[in-house]
């Protein structure tokens, strides 16, 4: 194989960047996120089992479920017992939790936020418009299933699920990072095309990156 | 309040009037009159707050009604001023100049209805729904279900229940031989 047929095949696996304009083209990264491999076993474990005692959490309501949030943080439930702090951006998060339905315009945020945070990255869905629209599933303007546009690790069902129903999720989480199977950032590499198709055919004005490094 | 309704009855064609309690009143008037008559009862008559601008589809008449919702804080009356449109050439004149935050509702009305203010500042930039391409959702004849099940993905496995039957199955089962039930006819 020779350097021009290299070059070639590494300016297809580029990014398109369609939606920003061209003149701008140059000031945003074009490169696909690439698949991060677990360590060696045993170093490995070590790291989940750190980071599952410290998961910072993004502030971001997505949703009505967010009021769920408030009591969580504060001194009633105190999720701090647990090892989670609220986080105001998403480059310092790892958790995500969507609070329920999320409109269009909301799902374009979702997006772009979850692809800013760094990894390892962790998603909770909370209430049943995450997981097949809940009461709002012939709405015009909320989506029906989230795990077509983010990966999800653990859904919490109810409406609204109560802060106790939300830190038994957080244990679930706990237990599924410290078990390895949380690999959501990597599933979203890998299928990277079919989120981008899905997220591309309900958010008509993609005005961004196509991935936001 | 009925002196204020008779002042206005001089002033422009009434279409109706309602009273629907003692601090809610409806008025209907021409669609020309309404920045007179709106301007009138801000200035001169105290009704200095324009609570809501709200729309309705009246589908089978042809024709929307405008709600401009004003509230007097001196003696605590509502009155709403409402206007029919045509649906087919849906056009409304602004009332930003009256009140300022009026473009907001205006903006929301123009993206949910399809009812266009000329002259509204920004009135045709999108505000919730970002990149819409098909007709108003807000619209009678717009389907949301079917719109919903081309766009959105449905989980299989979703069930409805009636709430009344639900309850007397799995609750209310021996309803006649419960004690602890209270009947009313007892």
Not at chain 1, 70 to 78: A, F, G, K, N, V
Not at chain 2, 38 to 57: C, I, M, P, R
């Amino acid at each position: 194989m020779n350097k021009k047929h290299m070059d070639e095949i590494e300016n297809q696996m580029k990014l398109a960047n369609a939606g920003i304009p061209e003149k701008e083209r140059d000031l945003f990264a074009d490169a696909r996120p690439v698949k991060v491999d677990p360590f060696n076993k045993y170093y490995e474990g070590f790291l989940n089992w750190a980071r599952s005692r410290s998961l910072w959490m993004l502030a971001f309501g997505t949703g009505c479920g967010a009021i769920e949030l408030r009591p969580l943080m504060t001194s009633r439930y105190d999720m701090s017992r647990y090892g989670i702090a609220p986080r105001p951006t998403p480059r310092q998060a790892s958790v995500f939790i969507i609070g329920g339905y999320s409109s269009i315009k909301t799902i374009k945020r979702i997006v772009r936020s979850y692809e800013q945070m760094q990894g390892p990255k962790y998603v909770i869905a909370l209430g049943s418009c995450t997981i097949n629209g809940g009461m709002y599933y012939d709405s015009y303007n909320t989506i029906n299933r989230l795990d077509y546009y983010i990966p999800v690790d653990v859904y919490i069902a109810g409406c609204m699920p109560r802060p106790e129903a939300l830190i038994a999720g957080f244990n679930r989480l706990k237990e599924k990072i410290r078990a390895g199977e949380c690999e959501g950032m990597n599933e979203y590499t890998e299928k990277f095309d079919w989120y981008k198709s899905n997220q591309k055919q309900i958010i008509k004005d993609w005005n961004m990156p196509d991935y936001n490094w | 309040m009925e002196q204020l309704i008779r002042k206005i009855k001089g002033m422009v064609s009434l279409k109706a009037y309602i009273k629907q309690r003692d601090d809610l009143h409806f008025i209907t008037v021409k669609k020309e009159q309404l920045e007179l008559i709106l301007s009138h009862l801000k200035n001169n008559e105290g009704f200095t707050h324009l609570a809501f601008l709200q729309a309705v589809d009246f589908i089978e008449d042809g024709k929307f009604q405008l709600t401009y919702m004003l509230c007097n804080y001196e003696t605590n009356v509502n009155l709403g001023v409402l206007v029919l449109i045509d649906r087919d050439k849906a056009e409304m004149n602004s009332i930003h100049s009256l009140w300022a935050h009026a473009w907001q509702y205006q903006r929301e009305l123009f993206e949910l209805y399809g009812i266009d203010f000329p002259g509204s500042p920004r009135v045709h930039e999108s505000f919730v729904l970002e990149g819409w391409d098909e007709i108003p959702p807000m619209r009678r004849d717009f389907d949301t279900l079917e719109y919903s099940d081309q766009t959105f993905y449905q989980r299989p496995g979703r069930s409805t229940n009636d709430p009344a039957e639900y309850m007397k199955e799995k609750m209310y089962k021996n309803y006649a031989a419960s004690p602890m039930i209270r009947r009313d006819n007892e």
